[in-house]
């Protein structure tokens, strides 16, 4: 017989706009920066949530925290959702919350509903799956899958020079790193709900954008090194400006990324820091952190070769220095039938429209996929935006993916 859950949507958007609140930042605006004071509140928040749901909290050594709904069949392996509560600068309210607080309702939901599991239903809040502190998007999702190993974790570094280690346990994370990675089979299946974080299903009015792709995400990180020098006095016949040779590059990954093709490829250049960054002073040294992903991973590693190229052909005509550090380069990931088969079965049943599609944001489901089968259900996101304070989704989506995520769940884990 079909579960049918009811979820308290009001209760949910109270919950969200709580968290909102929990930021570095004045609201709008969400800055939530891995073990940031901000970040250690907003955990204590949910872990509270889920402790009142009566669910079972473990925490692991980097802080992925796992809040358990035991089943009926302790022998089974559990069913996992769930997403991230860390935020960019700057950004908005519902990016990975939606997957986070959505998924405790969504077990809620079913507990209301009386429903009994037979697989455990795990939710999982992943740390520090944005970049922005250690420079690598889903840090606890890939020491969780072994992508990312403790010695690489350990050699970590925020900008200020505090290591990972460090600021884990100062955020009261114990542990060795190696009890991190998990084995296959730690879950049965895995499915994220997330905001669309793109356009496409609140213009063709569809609620529901079912996974069946990740797109593969890569970074390039290019140190630029020439001469500097007083911007008066050096004439500009010679002189090796690190700026100047960091901004061909720029435009060569964006041309790069615009020529593959397809509109699957994007190239980003999201930092840009300048030394020694005085306006009368001709830059020496430049960092340019770079983003580069596509559906298809060897589309993807075309411009990245191609970058690479160009680093070394304006390093020979500006007589400057360019070095290349590879800092990730992902596989695309692909969605397990099975479970998009639950989800169009949910989506059926609940009435709700839907369409398969990819991400073309990456999620730690990209990671858990090296140890289980996993599958994203997207929500629409107002004009696509998100990353920004004016980043929003409605009660009325909100509520179809919660309502769609409980069903799923009820099937995978019933
Ligand atoms: O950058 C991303 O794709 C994700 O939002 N961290
Ligand atoms: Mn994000
Ligand atoms: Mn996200």
């Not at 979820?7 to 004045?26: H, P, T, Y």
């Not at 599958?375 to 996101?381: G, K, N, R, S, V």
């Amino acid at each position: 017989m079909a579960i049918k859950p009811e979820v308290n949507i009001g209760l949910l958007a109270d919950q969200l706009a709580a968290l909102a609140l929990i930021s570095e930042a004045e609201p709008p605006q969400v800055t939530r920066v891995v073990f940031s004071d901000a970040d250690m509140r907003a955990r204590a928040y949910v872990n509270g949530l889920c402790a009142e749901a009566k669910l079972q909290l473990k925490v692991d050594a980097v802080g992925n925290t796992f809040a358990r709904w035991e089943g009926g069949n302790a022998e089974l392996a559990p069913i996992g959702t769930g997403s991230h509560i860390d935020a960019i600068p700057n950004a908005g309210s519902y990016d990975g919350t939606v997957g986070v607080l959505g998924g405790l309702e969504a077990i809620r939901a079913l507990q209301r509903a009386g429903f009994k599991p037979k697989r455990s239903i795990e939710l999982v809040i992943f740390t520090a799956e944005e970049p922005t502190r250690f420079g690598i998007g889903c840090l606890g999702s890939r020491m969780m899958g072994s992508v990312l190993s403790p010695a690489a974790a350990r050699a970590l570094r925020d900008k200020e020079g505090n290591g990972l280690d460090n600021l884990r346990r100062h955020a009261g994370f114990s542990g060795e790193l190696e009890t991190v990675a998990v084995r296959t089979g730690r879950f049965h299946q895995f499915l994220e709900l997330h905001i669309e974080q793109g356009p496409l299903l609140e213009e063709r009015g569809i609620d529901l954008g079912l996974v069946t792709a990740i797109a593969a995400p890569a970074s390039l990180r290019i140190v630029v090194e020439g001469e500097g020098g007083h911007a008066g006095g050096k004439l500009m016949p010679g002189r090796k400006d690190a700026l100047a040779a960091a901004a061909e590059l720029i435009l060569a990954l964006e041309s790069l990324a615009r020529s593959t093709g397809a509109v699957d490829t994007v190239g980003t250049v999201g930092i840009c820091e300048v030394f020694p960054g005085a306006v009368n002073s001709i830059p020496s040294k430049v960092r340019l952190e770079t983003d580069i992903r596509d559906t298809d991973g060897a589309r993807r590693d075309g411009v990245l070769e191609g970058l690479k190229l160009a680093c070394a052909e304006v390093a020979v005509r500006r007589g400057v220095t360019v070095t290349t550090e590879l800092v990730n380069a992902d596989p695309p990931t692909l969605c397990d039938v099975e479970i998009l088969a639950a989800l169009e079965a949910s989506a059926k049943e609940a009435d709700r429209t839907w369409q398969k599609m990819v991400a073309r944001a990456y999620h730690d489901s990209s990671f858990v996929a090296c140890i289980a089968p996993v599958a994203m259900l997207f929500i629409p996101c107002r004009g696509g935006v998100s990353h920004r304070p004016d980043e929003y989704a409605s009660r009325e989506w909100i509520g179809a993916g919660v309502d769609v995520l409980a069903r799923t769940l009820a099937r995978l884990a019933g």
